[in-house]
């Protein structure tokens, strides 16, 4: 089955290397993707794919949908610029391959019980545009979602970088100093916590240079 997909994704290796080029030569940034989330919900239109644009509210994003299986699976394709560099991150890539994804494998959605989707992320860069489209609902019933992203090597496990916050209270307790010490907190002692995470960050920023 995996080698019958991948001979689809050939089917349309011209349509997508000219989207890919096609998005590249004209970049639009976070939420003004209009010609690129036209470009490519078209060529997945052409393809029978039901489409529906301006998915979750947003003008520039889209969710295009082929089968009817109970497992969906949706492929991301990003295809916003950077401010004055254009596409030096390859979201016209991503774009490209995540409709040639959702094009190899629709054929194949009824025989696997599948309902494939390529959903049109916009603002990657600026503007958490998946994160939007989640709270809209656009996600609702997706059991799962992928994209690749262009790099100098080939991996299936990538780590992430995210990061969370936390807001940290340090809380003390009074005491006498002579006649119970021990019954004292000082909350200076918890803050100590943030100079040994202030001093990991100073030695891996060290480490770069």
């Known amino acids: 089955m995996k080698t019958a997909v991948r001979a689809r994704v050939m089917d349309h290796a011209e349509v997508l290397t000219g989207l890919s080029h096609r ?7 976070a939420f003004e993707e209009r010609r690129a989330a036209e470009w490519t919900a078209d060529v997945l239109r052409s393809a029978g794919f039901a489409v529906e644009a301006g998915a979750g509210g947003l003008p520039t994003a889209f969710s295009a949908s082929s089968g009817s299986g109970p497992v969906t699976v949706a492929f991301c394709a990003e295809y916003d610029a950077l401010p004055g560099l254009g596409h030096a ?11 040639g994804a959702g ?3 629709a054929p ?4 696997l019980g599948l309902t494939v989707k390529v959903v049109g992320t916009p603002a990657e860069e600026r503007g958490g545009g998946k994160a939007l489209l989640l709270q809209a609902g656009v996600f609702d019933g997706v059991d799962a979602a992928m994209m690749v992203h262009p790099g100098p090597f080939e991996t299936v496990r990538f780590r992430s ?6 807001d940290a209270e340090y809380l003390g307790r009074p005491a006498h100093a002579t006649l119970a010490p021990h019954e004292g907190r000082n909350a200076a002692d ?3 916590l943030d ?15």
């Not at 991150?89 to 409709?99: E, L, R």
Request: charged share 10%; with cysteine; glycine share 4%.
């Open 108 to 111: 194949f959605a009824d025989e």
């Open 23 to 29: 998005i590249h030569a004209h970049p639009e940034t």
């Open 190 to 192: 918890r803050a100590l």
């Open 195 to 209: 100079a040994a995470v202030l001093l990991a960050w100073t030695a891996a920023d060290l480490a770069r240079s």
């Open 89 to 99: 991150c390859g979201h016209n890539v991503i774009a490209a391959a995540s409709a």
């Open 103 to 105: 094009l190899a494998l």
């Open 161 to 166: 970088f995210a990061l969370g916050t936390l």
